[in-house]
């Protein structure tokens, strides 16, 4: 199973938004709606941030949103702050009853 | 809550068994996965297992060299790993499956070095 493509590295300004694209096939994120993102920062263990494609857990700060179309998902990030510099990880579900984790990408406030 | 023990430092070729004890929730109500991150790197899943039934599931890179089981009564998540090489060393986390298939709480990891 191969890893999700994300791009390595993604920058923006405070205040604005920012899009992560996670990439990958007809076995996992387009077979599913079951996308899910973490955000870790250096360190740290993954936070879930997003599942199900564009659910928010409780507490998760209505500035992350997700969405999907085909094959690829994306995780939006608006009004950029200093503390969402981090490193993010989609994953999904796949066909094999497994899981898949993105390649990773690391969000740079600037 | 969830809390990795058992990590440390390992010759190639050697055995090591991690556990994660699980608080708070029902252990049986819920799956459980370890996921595995090597230095500098990404996020690896490495295995998961049902809560119920107990069935197993293996990324191709461990399989038939690590084992995952559970004791529910204990509230415990362990991982057996055999033929131990260098690019196992990682830092593992053990996951709680939500309520569908994604993870939404994490141990604090524990570091597995294979080193000579």
């Known amino acids: 199973q191969s890893a999700l493509t994300q791009p390595a590295s993604v920058s923006g300004s405070p205040g604005q938004s920012i899009t992560i694209s996670c990439t990958g096939t007809?076995?996992?994120?387009?077979?599913?709606?079951?996308v899910s993102w973490y955000q870790q920062h250096p360190g740290k263990a993954p936070k879930l941030i997003i599942y199900?494609?564009?659910n928010r857990p409780s507490g998760v700060s209505n500035r992350f949103s997700g969405s999907k179309s085909g094959y690829t998902a994306s995780l939006t990030i608006s009004g950029l702050q200093a503390e969402d510099e981090a490193d993010y990880y989609c994953?999904?579900?796949?066909?094999?009853?497994?899981?898949?984790f993105g390649t990773g990408t690391k969000v740079t406030v600037l | 809550q969830l809390l990795e023990s058992g990590g440390g430092l390992v010759q190639p070729g050697g055995s090591l068994r991690l556990s994660c004890a699980a608080s708070?929730?029902?252990?049986?109500?819920?799956?459980m996965t370890w996921v595995r991150q090597a230095p500098g790197k990404g996020l690896e899943w490495v295995s998961t297992?049902?809560?119920?039934?107990?069935?197993?599931f293996y990324a191709d890179s461990v399989k038939g060299r690590f084992t995952i089981s559970r004791d529910n009564s204990k509230y415990t998540l362990d991982l057996q790993m055999n033929s131990l090489r260098a690019d196992d060393t990682a830092v593992y986390y053990c996951?709680?499956?939500?309520?569908?298939?994604?993870?939404?709480?994490w141990g604090q990891g524990i570091l597995v070095t294979v080193s000579s």
């Open positions: 996951a709680k499956k939500g309520s569908s298939p994604h993870h939404d709480y």
């Open positions: 708070g929730f029902t252990l049986s109500n819920y799956a």
């Open positions: 297992i049902s809560g119920s039934s107990g069935r197993t």
């Open positions: 007809s076995s996992d994120v387009g077979g599913y709606n079951y």
């Open positions: 199900d494609v564009s």
């Open positions: 994953s999904s579900y796949t066909i094999s009853n497994t899981y898949v």
